[in-house]
């Protein structure tokens, strides 16, 4: 046990081996808060003061959940398969497996992503014949999610106003609509736990007694339910341990509150004695430098409450900054720049790419493909949200649950949109009301029932992986990509999800109430993307700056240092607060570093099809110039390159057809021009050309005439 606390400095130690009393930490990056929550509970467990299944542990990804499990085995004998350590989500969804009649509830319950989400939406405007101009399905389901992030239903909700009243109207349709059908959005699996464990005393107590020791990771960015279903289950006299730092809170959208760091530390921290608050102050993690300039970021923020970092690390290297043409280009520095950092010796999974929207993954994305540098991509547009994924899963899910509507949608096609009337008057699923409709809109309805009744009488019993592979071939799916022009890759990524349903039956304990089928359905709504890479592969880590919270590694990049981008327009468009949030943001891509930090930004970049021109992020002017090296060891660029930003440089690349970035060009048509990306070779070489008033262009060199000037 002397092991277990042996690398922990005073204030740590004294937070690891408080007695059992509720505690707050509030620390700053890298202070060691997490290393402290995983330590205490293997010091309450080896100790004897409480047993694995006495915890209850909430972290703020799957990924931070893996990682304090297999921190926790390696720190203690003690087998943590089946551990109630988890995500907000993935611990109610538990819940709620167990207790699905308690929380009146399908079984076999499917979740909504928020793209399914949208889409029940839509339809649901669509039913119900309104206006999605007046009503945008998008805003609708924040309306939604907000409230029941708050802990209210629509029956509560208060409208002044008629526009209001309306919203308030379609949340109850969609509360029925999901009813109707068995699903639950990502809110929903929050709110319907907390109100079940609230409702049914025998059911509360029953958790309230079981858990004695309650702690929380991230505890800055708990919103309002959260909180109260913190409190609830530990209503029974277990003791909360939560640690957090409100320089890190992002969720604001999201309905966050750091003001439940300040109630809890009313409400439960102060005692006769004084308070359990608990200050953590050296950061164990980054180089001074790194450190520096977090600081320098983050005391430009007005609410804080304020707190000391520092390390005793040395100053390391200065904080690499980039500037490229165009997001193309800044594309290839950074791959360039992982390829030699690879090449030197630094593991791949030690080197993270992040970026303040999904958006921005594709070019990295390409130009990591291209250079064959095998990455990971966590959040985003991922293996389980391929458009042939979603289909087999679709039928999937029909088998388990013939009353799940969008699933019956998304595989029924179009043609059956016309059945959504009969099913709304008829009060029923669309399977449902598929069966009572005449005519030769029944004959095509009704083959497609038979479908799904033999596909289940075909699979009933067999094993998962088998069940995939039946579906996938004998839905048709399979025959369809098949014939189609660019389906061989979809084909693999049906192959991959049989893969994935072997390897996932193979891992023990993945399996939970339910049954292999649905534990594999959950899993696919709640983990998308943990399975995208080859397992065990060395890969470069690519996220968005709100995926990355918690987690550290030797090198990271920060990419798209643009004004609108990050600091995000949405964000900034809500004045201070907006800006503080995009702030913390930042704050949080800055201190994942441990060795080397690298801040990017492009001149021109390609977003939801446009092109944009860009002015450097304003945070790139608060870190102090001294931390920053700027690299422009590449750049070739001519005299006659207009000088956008403040930074210069440029990445060259070798020439297309004689011609290189940063090169002046005339047109025929456009006129006077700059090179800002080129791309391909020989008959494929296009370039990229920044026209000024007749704007930006891409342009096949085989066509175009371009002379350089
Ligand atoms: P964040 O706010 O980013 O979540 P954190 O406060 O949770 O950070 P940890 O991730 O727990 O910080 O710790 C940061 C790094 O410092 C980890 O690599 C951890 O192992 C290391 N560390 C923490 N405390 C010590 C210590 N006393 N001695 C050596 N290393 C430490
Ligand atoms: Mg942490």
Not at 468 to 477: A, I, M, R
């Amino acid at each position: 046990m002397s092991d277990l606390l042996a690398n922990l400095n005073f204030p740590q130690l004294q937070a690891v081996t408080l007695p059992a009393v509720h505690a707050l930490s509030l620390a700053g990056a890298g202070s060691g808060k997490t290393r402290v929550l995983t330590t205490r509970i293997a010091w309450l467990m080896s100790t004897g003061q409480v047993g694995p299944h006495g915890i209850l542990a909430v972290t703020f990804t799957n990924k931070a959940a893996k990682e304090m499990t297999a921190r926790l085995s390696a720190l203690v004998p003690i087998n943590t398969r089946g551990m109630w350590i988890g995500t907000f989500h993935g611990l109610c969804n538990r819940l709620l497996r167990a207790h699905y009649r308690e929380a009146a509830l399908p079984q076999t319950f499917h979740i909504l992503d928020s793209a399914d989400q949208l889409a029940m939406v839509k339809r649901l405007l669509k039913n119900l014949n309104v206006d999605d101009e007046k009503y945008p399905p998008r805003e609708l389901c924040h309306f939604i999610n907000a409230h029941k992030e708050q802990g209210g239903r629509a029956a509560q909700a208060e409208a002044y106003d008629n526009y209001t009243q309306k919203r308030v109207e379609l949340y109850a349709e969609y509360e029925n609509q999901c009813n109707r059908e068995g699903v639950v959005d990502f809110a929903e699996l929050l709110l319907r736990c907390y109100e079940m464990l609230l409702r049914n005393e025998p059911l509360r107590r029953h958790y309230q007694e079981r858990f004695r020791y309650v702690l929380v990771d991230e505890f800055q960015d708990t919103n309002k339910l959260q909180y109260a279903w913190l409190k609830l289950l530990a209503g029974g006299g277990a003791k909360i341990f939560a640690v957090g730092d409100d320089d890190q809170s992002i969720y604001a959208f999201r309905g966050a509150e750091v003001g439940n760091m300040r109630d809890f530390e009313r409400e439960y921290c102060k005692t006769s004695t004084g308070d359990n608050i608990i200050r953590l102050e050296q950061n164990y993690r980054s180089h001074g430098n790194i450190l520096a300039a977090a600081n320098a970021l983050i005391k430009n923020n007005r609410e804080r409450l304020g707190k000391n970092l520092w390390t005793d690390a040395g100053e390391g290297e200065p904080i690499r900054c980039f500037e490229g043409y165009s997001d193309l280009d800044e594309a290839r520095f950074v791959v360039e720049e992982i390829r030699e950092l690879v090449r030197d010796g630094v593991s791949p999974t030690q080197i993270a790419l992040l970026y303040r929207s999904n958006a921005q993954s594709r070019v990295l994305e390409n130009e990591l493909f291209t250079k064959n540098v095998p990455y990971k991509v966590y959040g985003g547009l991922r293996f389980f949200e391929r458009q042939e994924i979603k289909h087999a899963l679709a039928y999937l899910r029909l088998l388990g649950n013939p009353d799940d509507d969008t699933a019956f949608l998304r595989i029924g096609a179009r043609s059956l949109e016309n059945l959504q009337a009969t099913a709304h008057q008829m009060n029923s699923s669309l399977y449902n009301a598929a069966a009572s409709l005449t005519g030769k809109a029944g004959q095509t309805v009704g083959a497609f029932i038979r479908l799904i009744e033999s596909l289940r009488q075909e699979t009933d019993g067999l094993p998962l992986p088998e069940m995939v592979e039946h579906v996938v071939e004998k839905s048709g799916l399979a025959q369809h990509y098949r014939t189609e022009k660019e389906g061989q890759d979809r084909l693999e990524n049906l192959d991959e999800l049989i893969n994935a349903a072997a390897t996932f039956v193979d891992d023990e304990g993945a399996i939970g109430e339910g049954g292999a089928l649905v534990s594999f359905l959950t899993l696919a709504s709640l983990e998308a993307g943990e399975h995208q890479a080859g397992e065990g592969e060395a890969a470069v880590q690519l996220m968005s700056v709100h995926a990355a919270k918690g987690l550290e590694f030797d090198v990271v990049f920060i990419t798209g240092l643009e004004q609108g981008l990050f600091p995000h327009e949405n964000s900034v468009s809500q004045g201070r607060a907006g800006l503080e949030e995009e702030r913390r943001l930042m704050y949080v891509a800055v201190t994942r570093a441990r060795q080397r930090l690298y801040v990017s930004c492009a001149q021109t970049r390609m977003l939801h099809g446009q092109t944009r021109y860009c002015v450097p992020s304003s945070f790139l002017d608060e870190i102090p110039a001294s931390l920053l090296l700027k690299l422009n060891k590449r750049a070739e660029p001519s005299a006659s390159v207009p000088a956008f930003g403040s930074f210069g440089g440029g990445y060259a690349e070798p020439a297309v057809a004689g011609l290189r970035i940063g090169m002046s060009v005339e047109h025929a048509k456009f006129g006077l021009g700059v090179i800002v990306s080129t791309e391909g070779r020989g008959a494929d070489a296009r370039v990229q050309v920044n026209f000024g008033s007749s704007g930006m262009k891409w342009l096949a060199l085989e066509y175009a005439k371009l002379t350089p000037v």
